[in-house]
């Protein structure tokens, strides 16, 4: 089962896809949001088969969803809730019962909670925090457990070839041609 920790919804679980394995331990399930948008998230096929959602290959969301199974997931959290949809057991032969004919409303189902990503998912992640955390001190600090960073030596600033004294402070209104084009014109000049 992929993680969806980052992952966020509040709205309806409206259909599942279909899976070409007999038994499948995880279902892509649409959910469709309060304000219309839809989304797919896997889903384990434990609480997928209590849902009793309907298959649909296309997952086309229908106009309306408020028949089905709410659910709801902050983000960042490892967990999302899901309420069953409200089922009213009618026999055969009777119309079902209006509000005004009927006392106690009908009781709203529990919420229940159920994890996001499995233990192998955030050992992975784990493992990738720490060898990031590694790579990043190897590049700054040289040490893959050194947290300090390394000093860094000033190259110095290089010097003309065959000066021995420090590089010329100040600017100077003519400029100088290094050595090797000063002696070709002086021999051009003396021919």
């Known amino acids: 089962m992929q993680s969806s920790y980052f992952a966020r919804w509040d709205g309806h679980a409206v259909s599942v896809r279909g899976s070409r394995n007999a038994s499948p331990s995880v279902y892509t399930v649409l959910i469709v949001s309060n304000d219309g948008t839809s989304q797919e998230q896997n889903w384990s096929a434990e609480t997928v ?3 009793v959602l309907p298959v649909d ?3 086309m969301a229908p106009r309306d969803v408020s028949d ?3 659910t709801t997931k902050d983000a960042y959290s490892l967990t999302y809730r899901v309420q069953p949809a409200i089922k009213i057991d009618v026999p055969e032969g ?3 019962s209006t509000s005004e004919d009927s006392s106690e409303p009908a009781p709203e189902p529990e919420w229940t909670n159920h994890g996001t990503t499995s233990p192998q998912a955030l050992a992975l992640a784990l493992v990738a925090w720490v060898v990031g955390l590694g790579l ?5 600090s040289g040490s893959p457990f050194n947290l300090e960073t390394r000093t860094r030596h000033r190259v110095q600033e290089q010097r003309a070839m065959g000066s021995t004294g420090a590089p010329a402070s100040g600017s ?3 400029k100088t041609a290094p050595n090797r084009q000063t002696s070709r014109k002086n021999r051009r000049r003396r021919r």
């Open 49 to 51: 088969e209590r849902l």
């Open 57 to 59: 290959q296309m997952a």
């Open 68 to 70: 089905r199974p709410r």
């Open 94 to 96: 009777e119309e079902p």
């Open 136 to 140: 990043r001190n190897m590049l700054f």
């Open 172 to 174: 100077t209104s003519r």
